[in-house]
């Protein structure tokens, strides 16, 4: 393996390191009777195989809203989650919200129960203009978050 071979893998590593050690923070069910008050749960959602492009959207999914929304994340008021639709227990997701790709979906809760939900389809337009991805998902997030001041 050339030096160059080696530091490709390795910085493919420590992506993935760094993206397992993320997601775990973030990925997973809320605990019993932490899933009550309202709130904007912000999804993305993905399988086992996984392209360049599905990772890029995942990677600036997280990033807007982590860069835009800190606050509301730290309160509750917003909920971030990566989902592998293919594990056994997220599949009725696919039926839930018609997925047919990698999709980041807006959910609104209230009182445990979904209120209203929106699939950001045009994070695919979008995906090789970061400015432009990450304004719409900002936009979006924020619509939604406004409900939860109501």
């Known amino acids: 393996m050339g ?18 050690a993320g997601n775990s923070l973030i990925t997973g069910q809320a605990a019993e009777g932490e899933d009550t008050g309202h709130y904007v749960q912000v999804y993305y959602f993905h399988g086992k195989v996984r392209c360049h492009s599905c990772n890029m959207i995942e990677k600036l999914t ?6 835009f929304f800190p606050e509301e994340l730290e309160k509750g008021r917003l ?8 594990d056994g227990e997220n599949e009725h997701f696919v039926q839930d919200y018609s997925l047919y790709s990698q999709s980041v979906i807006l959910s609104e809760m209230k009182d445990g129960k979904q209120v209203s939900w929106k699939n950001l ?6 995906l090789n203009d970061e400015s432009q991805f990450k304004d719409y998902v900002r936009g979006e997030v924020s ?4 409900k939860t001041d109501e």
């Open 79 to 86: 909920k971030l989650s990566v989902v592998n639709v293919s």
């Open 3 to 20: 030096i160059t071979a080696f530091k490709k893998t390795a910085a493919i590593f420590f992506v993935a390191v760094c993206l397992w």
């Open 62 to 67: 997280l990033e807007t809203v982590r860069a």
């Open 143 to 146: 619509t939604f978050l406004e």
């Open 121 to 126: 389809i045009r994070v695919w337009e979008l």
